[in-house]
């Protein structure tokens, strides 16, 4: 359907060990697929029409997975509202949107050849 592919990830993952599964999203036939998807594979899932960046640092979660538009700015900014978390850190299609984070020579993320990479890095030590 175009969106949601990583919510069965961590939807199978919480089903199977607990926790807690926020999707944000400003488009919401996106929201719609999450929904739909939590539904029929029978996970729990919290949903937030909106901009992630008013949402991002209201709860503390074990993994973030930033995974909003192409814009690099968008997702740096986003990082820095939880880089001081003690959580795990992954930014989908990093050779696009983590062109910034690149710069931030105090972080190093691992990146992970998945279709245009996605970048962890672990901020829990």
Avoid at 7 to 12: A, N, S, Y
Avoid at 52 to 71: C, F, T, V
Avoid at 115 to 125: K, Y
Wanted: proline letters at 2%; hydrophobic letters at 40%.
């Amino acid at each position: 359907v175009g969106s949601g592919w990583s919510d069965l990830i961590f939807g199978e993952y919480i089903k199977e060990h607990g926790g807690a599964l926020l999707i944000s999203d400003i488009d919401l036939d996106h929201l719609a697929n999450s929904a739909f998807a939590a539904q029929l594979l029978q996970y729990p899932i919290n949903i937030a029409h909106g901009d992630a960046i008013h949402y991002i640092e209201k709860n503390d979660y074990d993994i973030y997975y930033l995974d909003g538009s192409n814009d690099p700015k968008e997702t740096l900014d986003q990082f820095n509202k939880i880089k001081h978390k003690k959580c795990i850190i992954a930014v989908d299609d990093f050779s696009i949107k983590g062109t910034l984070l690149t710069e931030l020579k105090e972080y190093q993320f691992r990146i992970e050849d998945v279709a245009n990479g996605v970048g962890i890095i672990d901020l829990r030590d």
